[in-house]
Antibody
Framework: EVQLVESGGGLVKPGGSLRLSCATS????????MGWVRQAPGKGLEWVSS???????FYADSLKGRFSVSRDNAKNSLYLQMNNLRAEDTAVYYC?????????WGQGTLVTVSS | EILMTQSPATLSVSPGERVTLSCRAS??????LGWLQQKPGQAPRLLIF???TRATGIPARFSGSRSGTEYTLTISSLQSEDFAVYFC??????????FGQGTKLEIK
């Protein structure tokens, strides 16, 4: 079964850090672009970051310098390191695979930034 | 950045009705558009890709079309399980994706 399972979310204070993980299974991980999309409570979808098969990385302009995406092809896993977190980063973070006919979403992990 | 504009924001409809949702791109995206369905507390699910191709397991009552920069999702006969929020997503600019703000289908 093809699966994306996120973990690592939780409550963190403003200025803190958090590392999200996405464990994948059921497909050849190293052949796909992967990414993160977030959704603030009651809001729409916002693309956060993507990483290519050659470890080339891309970020939403508003997040550059604070977030870092990486992948471990040996572990079929995707990561998102989030630093200097702000209240507006509070959201469910979804792990995503590629797009189009290959598009797939995980169930998400909630990140809450609050003092 | 390519902007995606969905309309209407909310649509009140009755089960069995035919419904049409719209998504307009700020520039030509060449049919590189997907439609996603999201139910409360759940992750988005891919319904349509490449503007008009149904994803695996999606019922035939869902269809997508394109006219220039205007994209449409049609549900031919609404079922109770179709009441949800629908998002469009462009991927012509991949891996930089943008989404419409969503259309909520609610029961009339």
């Amino acid at each position: 079964e093809v699966q994306l399972v996120e973990s690592g979310g939780g409550l963190v204070k403003p200025g803190g850090s958090l590392r999200l993980s996405c464990a994948t299974s059921g497909f050849t991980f190293n052949q796909y672009y992967m990414g993160w999309v977030r959704q603030a409570p009651g809001k729409g979808l916002e693309w956060v970051s993507s990483i290519g098969t050659s470890d080339n990385t891309f970020y939403a302009d508003s997040l550059k310098g604070r977030f870092s995406v990486s992948r471990d092809n040996a572990k079929n896993s995707l990561y998102l390191q989030m630093n200097n977190l702000r209240a507006e980063d509070t959201a469910v973070y979804y792990c995503t695979r590629a797009h189009g006919e290959h598009g797939l979403w995980g169930q998400g992990t909630l990140v809450t930034v609050s003092s | 950045e390519i902007l995606m504009t969905q309309s209407p924001a909310t649509l009140s409809v009755s089960p069995g009705e035919r419904v049409t949702l719209s998504c307009r791109a700020s520039q030509n995206i060449g049919g590189n558009l997907g439609w996603l369905q999201q139910k409360p507390g759940q992750a988005p699910r891919l319904l349509i890709f490449d503007a008009s191709t149904r994803a695996t397991g999606i019922p035939a009552r869902f269809s997508g079309s394109r006219s220039g920069t205007e994209y449409t999702l049609t549900i031919s006969s609404l079922q109770s399980e179709d009441f949800a929020v629908y998002f469009c997503q462009q991927y012509t600019d991949w891996p930089l994706y943008t989404f419409g703000q969503g259309t909520k289908l609610e029961i009339k």
